[in-house]
C-alpha cells in the first residue's frame, strides 16, 4: 500500500495548501483502492460470511458503511438488486488474464471446439453463471465454502482444487481467492462440471450443474 499511501499524503498536501484536488490523482487513488478491495479485501469478507449466511433461505443485500476511524456498520435490504439501493459500483474479482503467444511459429488452429460455460441452478432456483467456465467453477467452490471442498481432498492432476500453493499448473497460475487459498481452474469445462458435481453430492448443495454454449 505504499503508493496509495503515497498518493494519500499528496491529497492532505493539496487540502492544507487549500488547492483542489487534481482529477488525474483523485482517479489513481479510487483505483488503487478498489484493486485493494477486489484482490485482498473481498476473498476475506466472501470467506468469513458465507459459511454463516447459509443458515439465511432468502435473497439479501448487505451493504458495508466504512467510515476510516469509526465502527463499521451494515445495512440490510430484501430488494436483490444493489443498484436499486444506491448509486454503488460491483466489485467482483478480475478474471485470468488472457496469455498471447508470441514468437516466430505460428501456427494455424483448425477445428477448435465452441467455448463452452457453465451454468448452476441453485436449489432454490437461483441461477449461477459467470462469463466463463472457470469463473463459474471458481464462484461455485467459493459459496460451497473453501474450507468445506478443501477437506473433500479433490484433485485436478495432482493439486487440490483448493490449494495453499500457487504453483502454476500447464502455465496458468490459479486464482488466488482468499489469503493463502488458491483454485485451480485450468481443465476442461466438462472436467470442471464432473468435479462440482462430485462437491454438489459430497456436501449436499442441492445444485443441478449444466454445460452452456
Avoid at 454463516?52 to 456498520?73: A, F, N, T
Avoid at 430484501?78 to 444506491?86: E, F, G, S
Avoid at 496469455?99 to 432456483?125: Q, S, Y
Avoid at 464462484?139 to 473433500?152: F, R, Y
Wanted: one cysteine or more.
Amino acid at each position: 500500500m505504499s503508493r496509495l499511501s503515497d498518493l494519500y499524503k499528496a491529497m492532505e498536501t493539496l487540502r492544507k495548501e487549500g488547492l483542489s484536488l487534481n482529477e488525474d490523482l483523485d482517479r489513481q487513488v479510487s483505483e488503487l483502492e478498489e484493486n485493494i478491495i477486489k484482490k485482498e479485501i473481498l476473498p476475506v469478507v466472501t470467506e468469513t460470511i458465507e459459511p454463516s449466511l447459509k443458515q439465511v433461505q432468502r435473497d439479501l443485500v448487505l451493504v458495508v458503511d466504512y467510515h476510516p476511524g469509526e465502527p463499521i456498520s451494515v445495512a440490510l435490504s430484501r430488494k436483490t438488486n444493489i443498484t436499486a439501493l444506491i448509486n454503488a459500483k460491483r466489485l467482483e474479482a478480475d478474471p485470468d488474464a488472457v496469455h498471447k503467444e508470441v514468437g516466430p511459429n505460428k501456427v494455424k488452429r483448425t477445428n477448435i471446439a465452441p467455448r463452452t460455460g457453465l451454468c448452476v441452478t441453485r436449489k432454490d432456483g437461483s441461477i449461477l453463471q459467470e462469463h466463463d467456465a472457470a469463473s463459474t467453477f471458481t464462484t461455485a467452490i467459493i459459496e460451497a465454502g473453501l474450507q468445506n471442498v478443501k477437506a473433500l481432498g479433490l484433485m485436478f492432476s495432482h493439486f487440490n482444487i483448493v490449494s495453499t500453493t500457487d504453483t502454476p499448473k500447464n502455465g496458468r497460475v490459479p486464482r488466488k481467492v482468499a489469503p493463502g487459498l488458491y483454485v485451480h481452474t485450468h481443465s476442461s469445462t466438462m472436467d470442471k462440471k464432473k468435479m462440482l458435481d462430485r462437491i454438489n453430492k459430497a456436501l449436499n448443495m442441492g445444485w443441478t450443474v449444466e454445460i452452456v454454449k
